[in-house]
């Protein structure tokens, strides 16, 4: 290691990859706009936060929590422009007030960087 590849390191740090946590609030940050499927929730996240990265195992993780939550509900839909079908993830509709309570703390993480806490 050279001294100017710690500054360097600084100047343009690796991406930041989500944990479970914040892949389960980003996901219903996402959701909470419109329903989507996991090749999407990836690729956005990277489109509107390029310091952030989410893994197929923490998404699909994430996914299956909420799930089995009841929180959201997966269902087969064919995509425009896409060859095969795709698992389109959305919203239950009594999820909504935790969705957007838990959604808040993910917008809170990206704008401030720091840690939100729940005022529950």
Known sequence: MKIHEI???FQNPPPTYLCQELAVCYVLSVLLEA????TELIQRLET???IYRLSD???YSALKFLEDEKAIT???RKVEGR??????YQINPDWLPQAQDLASLWRG???SGKRVTNNQ
């Open 74 to 76: 997966g269902y087969w």
């Open 83 to 88: 060859g095969r079908p795709r698992r389109m």
């Open 48 to 50: 509107e936060h390029p």
């Open 7 to 9: 500054y360097e390191f």
């Open 109 to 111: 993480y990206v704008s």
């Open 57 to 59: 195992t923490v998404l």
């Open 35 to 38: 329903e989507s499927y996991g």
